[in-house]
């Protein structure tokens, strides 16, 4: 998603980004009511997911919550990665992540 603005008021920080008009995937599987979704289109999805989290990987970024409530669509299904709250930046490519976050189902 795209970063558009943040200003503080009463000492909280807020973050104005893209807005998804296709909501979160989550939504969006449990619109289909049991449906399967096209193959196409869910190959479509997760290469573009894999490529949001290689262009993280590479810049030493690990989301550490990703579900689907965190998966947004545009109104052209374009994926978009959001919800970076627990996110963490790695000083290198050999540094480990050693703490435990995020939803265990997961």
């Given amino acids: 998603m795209t970063y558009k603005e943040n200003f503080i008021v009463r000492q909280r920080l807020h973050i104005v980004m893209h ?38 990987h590479h810049r030493k970024i690990i989301h550490r919550d990703l579900k689907s409530q965190n998966i947004f669509l545009t109104k052209k299904d374009n994926v978009r990665l959001g919800d970076f709250g627990i996110a963490r930046v790695l000083n290198g490519t050999n540094e480990l992540a050693m703490s435990v976050v995020g939803k265990r189902l997961y």
């Fill in 19 to 56: 807005f998804c008009e296709g909501g979160d995937m989550t939504s969006r599987i449990k619109a289909q009511n049991g449906k399967h979704f096209p193959e196409s289109m869910v190959l479509n999805w997760f290469v573009q997911i894999a490529l949001g989290l290689q262009y993280c």
